[in-house]
């Protein structure tokens, strides 16, 4: 890692166009470059930083878009001083309509508004509440749970994260029999898999056509219930919408609280459970780690607050480092809605662009040996992620970083405290996990350890 910080480039000189995108990056029709991108994205990332610099061209499903990369023009784009980038345009193409008028949708100052109301639903008291839930919710989803040669680690993480949206989201749906609820959470994963859908139009048998039926489904779910969450004050989440407020009296309207609930469950799932089969792995790989972040885990009791999660130092130490490795969000897209300039490159209006955030985690510029699992970069005397205000970016930045974040980290450590408590695994130090990178980043083998009982 070199010590300085790379010089930001001179954008006092007329700006650049977007290089052209040369005649062998082009990929095949139609798709332009996303199989490649499927196939190895930091290998496409770093081919096209060589090539082209921190805003290169990319060729997505019939367009050309540009793709930032390194933390000086990720960080514009996130930073977005002129209100040239948009999430709404942007990120609707890529998970379509079924996340429509989701938090991370919508723009400006409409966005504004009501991130001011959901910030409520954050805030340390709220947490607080969520992380009492959060423990039997933890221990009940892994009451199935049995020792393994082969225990697909990340389906199962996959199932209990599902499990606990049920209760700390829903605050469990009493009315609702196992049936009707295993069909709301298959409607839910349907939204969740149109991402990664080629069709991307409302027709039987695709994706697209699924997730159309399932948003319906969990749509009047949520209605069936938001009578009920309206009138009496609980401390789930979809309660917590119901009748959070700004000091100056802004509420969430019935709609809002649907989209924004069915958005939020989306925003929990994968994310959460890409980071915690992550630190599964590297803790598989690592006893000696495994052994630390264990020692600190059995010095609390089985239900550790707020303020007890967040002094498992090495647990800690752990996660950032899983983040920064598989970022579950490895890229964030904007569209332009106006021309604007980053890095001395100009991108005009209506363009797409991609900030290839986990190309930055592991860059040499900022990281030592980045590809190398070593939490202690983390560590006060060493702090990597400082190299660079944009060098670690798993929550993105800017007005859209991610409002769960804190939240995020509470759920992924009481997961591990539990498991660290009540299990041993070890994975094979060889093992390089098959990834699936059509949406988000997931191993395809299911992340297969060895789990013993303690
Ligand atoms: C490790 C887990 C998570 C990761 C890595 C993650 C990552 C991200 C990223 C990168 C963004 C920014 C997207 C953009 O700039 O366009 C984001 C936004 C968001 N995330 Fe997360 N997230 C995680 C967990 C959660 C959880 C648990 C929740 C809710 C309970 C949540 C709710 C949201 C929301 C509502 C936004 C949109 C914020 C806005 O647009 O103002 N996320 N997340």
Request: glycine content about 0%.
């Given at each position: 890692m070199t010590a300085e910080v790379r010089e930001p480039r001179d954008n006092r000189s007329a700006p650049r166009p977007i290089p052209t995108l040369r005649r062998d990056d082009r990929g095949l029709p139609f798709v332009g470059q996303l199989l490649e991108y499927a196939k190895d994205p930091v290998g496409l990332y770093r081919h096209h930083w060589e090539r082209y610099g921190p805003v290169a061209p990319f060729r997505t499903v019939g367009r050309d878009a540009a793709m930032l990369l390194g933390p000086d023009a990720c960080g514009e784009a996130l930073q977005n001083k002129d209100k040239a980038f948009a999430n709404g345009p942007a990120w609707s193409q890529l998970v379509g309509p079924f996340f429509n008028r989701g938090l991370m949708l919508i723009d400006f100052d409409e966005h504004h508004g009501h991130r001011r109301i959901m910030q409520e639903a954050f805030v340390r008291p709220r947490l607080e509440a969520y992380t009492r839930r959060l423990h039997p919710a933890i221990e009940q989803g892994m009451a199935t749970w049995t020792a393994d040669e082969e225990f697909p680690a990340h389906w199962r993480l996959k199932q209990l994260t599902l499990d606990i949206a049920a209760d700390l989201f829903m605050g469990g749906a009493r009315d609702t029999s196992q049936a009707e609820m295993d069909r709301v959470n298959r409607s839910f994963i349907a939204c969740v898999q149109a991402a990664a859908g080629i069709i991307r139009a409302n027709v039987p048998f695709t994706r697209w056509g699924r997730a159309y039926r399932g948003r319906g489904v969990l749509e009047s779910f949520l209605r069936h219930y938001l009578p009920a969450k309206r009138a009496t004050q609980t401390d789930d989440i979809f309660s917590v919408l119901c009748h959070i407020e700004t000091d100056d009296g802004d509420r969430f309207g019935d709609d809002d609280v649907i989209n924004h609930m069915v958005f939020l469950m989306m925003a929990a799932h994968d994310t959460s459970t890409i980071t915690t089969s992550t630190m599964l792995q590297y803790l598989g790989q690592h006893p000696v780690w495994q052994e630390r972040c264990r020692t600190e885990a059995l010095a609390l009791g089985p239900a550790p607050s707020v303020a007890e999660l967040e002094g498992l130092v090495s647990l800690d130490l752990v996660m950032r480092e899983a983040l920064r490795l598989?970022?579950?969000?490895p890229v964030v897209v904007r569209h332009t809605v106006k021309e604007t300039v980053v890095q001395g490159v100009r991108i005009p209006e209506d363009t797409g662009v991609a900030l290839g955030i986990q190309f930055t985690h592991l860059m040499e510029d900022y990281w030592t040996n980045p590809t190398a699992f070593d939490p202690e970069r983390f560590s006060p005397e060493r702090r990597e992620d400082r190299s660079h205000r944009f060098a670690w970016e798993p929550f993105g930045g800017g007005v859209h970083k991610c409002i769960g974040m804190y939240f995020a980290g509470l759920e992924v450590k009481a997961i591990m405290h539990r498991l660290l408590r009540e299990y041993h695994w070890s994975v094979d130090p060889g093992y390089v996990p098959p990834m699936d990178n059509h949406s988000l980043p997931f191993p395809k083998d299911g992340l297969p350890i060895t789990l013993t009982r303690n």
């Open positions: 598989r970022a579950p969000v």
